[in-house]
C-alpha cells in the first residue's frame, strides 16, 4: 500500500487566505520534502525537514516522526502560488523516496 | 550553482525508435536520480546512480538504461519507445545517499512517444 497519504487532494483559496497541507505515513519516516510542481511541470524545493519547523516567507512546514506526519502551511495566499504540492518521504534505507499523490492549489482573486 | 540541468525540454519520438535524454549538474554530488512523472500520478523512481553504481528499480528494470560517464553527467535510455513512455522524466542529485540531504530537480524533459 501507499506509504504516503495526502490530503487534501485539491484545494482552492482566495487571495490573501490561508490553509494547510498534510501528509500522513504508514510507517516510521528519516525526513520529508515538500515540493511545488510548477505550470512547466517542474519540482521545485521548498523544505526539506528531518525534525522540527521551518519557515520561508509565506510557507511554514512542520515534521513530526514520532506522529508520522508533516504540514504544510500557506499564509497570504497569492496568484502564483497555484500548483500541485508534492511532499516526499524517505526511511532511510537507501535514498528511494516515497511521493504522495499531491494536491492541486488553486488561488483565485 | 545549485541547478540540474536538462536537456531537451521536450522531446518527439515515434514508436519503437531509441531515446537519450540528458541530465547535468555541476554540485559534485555523489547521487543522481531519474523520475518518470505522469499527469495526476506522483514522481516514479526509475534508476539512481550512486557515484558509478547503477541501481535500477524492480518494475523499471527492462525498460530503462543509463550512463554516467563522469560525476556530473547522467543519460537515460530507452531503447525502443513505447506510447506508454509519454512522460515528464526528472533528473535529479543529491550529495550522498541515504544522507539527510536535499535533492534538487531539474526542470525536466517532456517525453512524447508518437
Known amino acids: 500500500g501507499d506509504q504516503v497519504e495526502q490530503s487534501p487532494s485539491a484545494l482552492s483559496l482566495h487571495e490573501g487566505t490561508g490553509s494547510a497541507l498534510r501528509c500522513n505515513f504508514t510507517?516510521?519516516?528519516?525526513?520529508v520534502q515538500w515540493f511545488q510542481q510548477n505550470s512547466r511541470g517542474s519540482l521545485i524545493n521548498l523544505f526539506y525537514l528531518a525534525s522540527g519547523t521551518k519557515e520561508n516567507g509565506r510557507l511554514k512546514s512542520t515534521f513530526n516522526s514520532k506522529e508520522s506526519y508533516s504540514t504544510l502551511h500557506i499564509r497570504d495566499a497569492q496568484l502564483e502560488d497555484s500548483g500541485t504540492y508534492f511532499c516526499?518521504?524517505?526511511?532511510?534505507?537507501?535514498?528511494?523516496?516515497?511521493f504522495g499523490k499531491g494536491a492541486k492549489l488553486t488561488v483565485s482573486p | 550553482d545549485t541547478t540540474v540541468k536538462q536537456n531537451p525540454r521536450y522531446k518527439l519520438a515515434r514508436v519503437g525508435k531509441p531515446v537519450n535524454l540528458i541530465c547535468s549538474q555541476t554540485?559534485?554530488?555523489?547521487?543522481m536520480y531519474w523520475y518518470q512523472k505522469k499527469p495526476n500520478q506522483a514522481p516514479k523512481l526509475l534508476l539512481f546512480y550512486y557515484d558509478k553504481i547503477l541501481n535500477r528499480e524492480a518494475d523499471t528494470f527492462e525498460k530503462f538504461q543509463s550512463s554516467r560517464p563522469n560525476n556530473s553527467f547522467c543519460s537515460l535510455y530507452i531503447g525502443s519507445a513505447g506510447l506508454e513512455y509519454s512522460a515528464m522524466y526528472l533528473c535529479?542529485?543529491?550529495?550522498?545517499?541515504?544522507?539527510?540531504?536535499?535533492?534538487?530537480f531539474g526542470s525536466g524533459t517532456r517525453l512524447t512517444v508518437l
Open positions: 516526499a518521504a524517505e526511511q532511510g534505507t537507501g535514498s528511494k523516496l516515497s
Open positions: 554540485m559534485n554530488h555523489d547521487t
Open positions: 535529479a542529485s543529491s550529495k550522498g545517499l541515504g544522507d539527510a540531504e536535499t535533492l534538487y
Open positions: 510507517t516510521t519516516m528519516r525526513a
